[in-house]
């Protein structure tokens, strides 16, 4: 009987050691992304004049919380569940489809992505409340624009292009503080207005969208680890420390 050779490890494609490499520089670079953002999102909220103490509570709160949605309420769906069911009769076959219960889906709300980038925006706002008209300008301002470009997708929820928002945000805020002749609020109206907006525009204005849509659940705020509506605002705002910074 002939011995079957035995390969050595080095002639396979793959082999146990190069994965376990890809995995921890997948990691690597992961854990350092997320270190720049907690760092970034930490250096924008010092400058909208939150705490240092608060800015971290913010920062693990959005984090964690971005884990945890809080339901709502459920929206009947246009269509229903079937089930199929295949009947012979007379050597024919037939598929019956009987419905079953309309499709549900549940309305959610994520804390990290929607609930902490609100309550920082509130906090903004009692903070500079002789500015209240601005910063409701630029709420309704950027609301208009994101809406036409939230774009429902079927068995997915309500997408968007990423970078729209912080850009459309930046810009606005940098108009409305360049016309009140407080250019120093433009960091501020950025993130109020980018994360107000985008909630308002993208999520709240897009519900009666959601039946049609045949997804099990629409949570606002909770596509990942710090939604759009999270990054918007800082996003925004560090557009604009580029342009002026705070110093």
């Given at each position: 009987?002939?011995?079957?050779?035995?390969?050595?490890?080095?002639?396979y494609p793959t082999h146990e050691k190069d994965v376990y490499t890809v995995y921890f520089i997948v990691l690597l670079l992961t854990s350092l992304m997320m270190f720049l953002?907690?760092?970034?999102?930490?250096?924008?909220?010092?400058?909208?004049?939150l705490p240092w103490w608060a800015t971290i509570f913010f920062v693990l709160a959005s984090f964690f919380g971005s884990f945890v949605n809080i339901p709502l309420f459920t929206?009947?769906?246009?269509?229903?569940?079937?089930?199929?069911?295949?009947?012979?009769?007379?050597?024919?076959?037939?598929?019956?489809?009987?419905?079953?219960?309309?499709?549900?889906?549940?309305?959610?709300?994520?804390?990290?992505?929607?609930?902490?980038?609100?309550?920082?925006?509130?906090?903004?706002?009692?903070?500079?409340?002789?500015?209240?008209?601005?910063?409701?300008?630029?709420?309704?301002?950027?609301?208009?624009?994101?809406?036409?470009?939230?774009?429902?997708?079927?068995?997915?929820?309500?997408?968007?292009?990423?970078?729209?928002?912080?850009?459309?945000?930046?810009?606005?805020?940098?108009?409305?503080?360049?016309?009140?002749?407080?250019?120093?609020?433009?960091?501020?109206?950025?993130?109020?207005?980018?994360?107000?907006?985008?909630?308002?525009?993208?999520?709240?204005?897009?519900?009666?969208?959601?039946?049609?849509?045949?997804?099990?659940?629409?949570?606002?705020?909770?596509?990942?680890?710090?939604?759009?509506?999270?990054?918007?605002?800082?996003?925004?705002?560090?557009?604009?420390?580029?342009?002026?910074?705070?110093?």
């Open positions: 009987m002939e011995r079957r050779r035995q390969i050595p490890w080095h002639y953002l907690a760092l970034t999102t930490q250096y924008t909220l010092v400058v909208l004049g929206i009947k769906s246009q269509t229903s569940e079937t089930q199929e069911y295949l009947v012979r009769f007379f050597f024919m076959s037939y598929v019956i489809r009987v419905p079953t219960m309309p499709k549900k889906t549940l309305i959610s709300v994520n804390v990290g992505g929607c609930v902490i980038p609100t309550i920082i925006s509130l906090w903004i706002i009692l903070q500079n409340l002789k500015d209240l008209p601005l910063f409701i300008l630029a709420v309704l301002l950027i609301t208009l624009l994101i809406y036409p470009l939230a774009t429902p997708v079927k068995g997915l929820g309500i997408t968007m292009p990423f970078l729209v928002p912080p850009i459309v945000s930046a810009i606005i805020a940098l108009i409305i503080g360049a016309f009140s002749g407080n250019l120093n609020l433009a960091p501020s109206l950025a993130y109020v207005g980018g994360v107000l907006g985008t909630l308002i525009g993208a999520d709240i204005l897009n519900l009666p969208k959601i039946p049609d849509l045949d997804a099990p659940m629409a949570s606002i705020g909770g596509a990942g680890t710090w939604d759009g509506i999270f990054l918007t605002g800082i996003f925004s705002v560090s557009l604009i420390l580029l342009i002026i910074p705070p110093f």
